[in-house]
């Protein structure tokens, strides 16, 4: 069952949002509590260890019901069955999108009439072998010593997740170095080889496809500098690959035991869950790997059940797509009050623009209405002393998620309770903003003259009324980063369904990559190929001059 291909913006709902749009841009978040005193419990959803407030936010009753009914009217509930249960959603690729089922404890998915489980089950195995020898110490690297080293090399999907994990996860690291290699800028992977000793390192290369220049590149550096102090038959010993083209890693000499399939119903920006995951495995240990999926399988089941009022990733989804739709708000911050989670900004960017940055829908025609969302952030409190304060004073809309831990790692209350009072701070500060009286009667106890108010007054005022969602989670454990991860991703399958669009390809990124192989082709058999103007005279005053 494919996606069914309605319209959003030709729906009823859609006509109600735009008059309760009307309605709702006049009135401010603060007026919205003052008319429902129960406005915090009706808007807070609790789940396991997750509580999410949605009540700071420009929406009300009366629009939440019409986006219940938007969700309705795009078929919502037919499109999580086909999504859960392995249909052809990812269209233009003729795929399922199944990372669902890599966490599932059993999965009863077929595809093309084949069963996955096993499949699944026995990567898994190999994983958790593979990982416990490199950790204890028993895979051993050429002149008989253990790994103590590993390198991922993979860029987008291939690294962007097992980065942010590895980084979010630093609490329950053990021994290994985990090192990334992404950008085929030579100066990333020499900045990394510079400290490794060959001896003790292992390359896990990382592609989906095989076929990524960046990767390649940088996978081939990594060999020739190993071959510097090891003979050929060692690379057995150094080099692991994860990929579904199992033809170009032979040809790459990795050996067979030390490589990793993945499938082509796991897109690459969802791709942690499957043995992309390995540096993951590696840096934290098996376990606590498996730990992470059920975090996720946790929220799969949770998006799969729960009423609408009740789901968390649905709600986010309609929420997003309200302000992006309703509100004009162009972009969304996330930021995260744990230095943790630094990497989760970056790697959402591409998990929702990569998916949702789409501008022709399911039938291939020109959307008449705005789809992705940009989403961009940094952790608190750093955030607060850089862009906070286009937030507080700025003229853009931009709603703003707030995520938070009840409690540390490391368990310093005294550190945990000022970040966490600045966390609430800002969500205060956002929603009451500071009016012209309080900021006079501030400047009048300075003992300021009235004409030093006059002149300071309107620049020290906050509007206020800045939209902001509040995720507070029990703690930053395995499985609560899975839920969240989790979350996100199933935020994203919502609002592609409900912008009638393919979530799951990404052809966006190949014009770019084509042009970039013309450039290279041309330099190296010095024929001229045509560019426009501006580029011709670039590319010519860079080979003048490098
Ligand atoms: O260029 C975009 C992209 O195809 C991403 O979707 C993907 O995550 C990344 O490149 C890496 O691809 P691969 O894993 O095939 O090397």
Redesign the pocket.
Known sequence: MTLNKTNPSKTKSWESLQSISENLKAQSILSLFENDSHRVSSHTVKWEEFLIDFSKNKIDQSAWDALYSLASECKLEEAKKSYFEGATINETEGRAVLHTALRAQNTAVRIDGVPIDEDIKAVKEQMRRFTSSVIEGSHKGFTGKSITDVVNI?????DLGPVMVVDAMAYYKNHLKVHFVSNVDGDHINEVLKDLNPETTLFVI???????QE?LANATTAKKWFLNFAEEKWVANHFAAVSTNLKMIDEFGIDQKNVFTMWNWVG??FSLWSSVGLSIAMAIGYDRFEELLNGAQGMDEHFYEAPIALNIPTRMALLSVWYNNFLEAETEALIPYTQYLQRFPAYLQ?AIM?SNGKGVDREGNEVTYQTGNIVWGEPGTNAQHAFFQLIHQGTKLIPVDFIGFKSSLHGDQSHHDKLMSNFFAQTEALLNGKSAEQVKKELISEGKSLQEINALLPHKVFKGDNPTTTLLIDRLTPYNLGALIAAYEHKIFVQGVIWNIFSYD?WG?ELG?QLAKTILDEWNTKKAASHDPSTKELISYYRQNS
Do not use: A, D, H, L
Request: glycine share 20%; hydrophobic share 20%.
């Open positions: 993979g860029i987008g999907g291939s990382v592609s989906k496809s095989f076929t990524t990767t690459g920006r591409q990569e990404q990124v990559k």
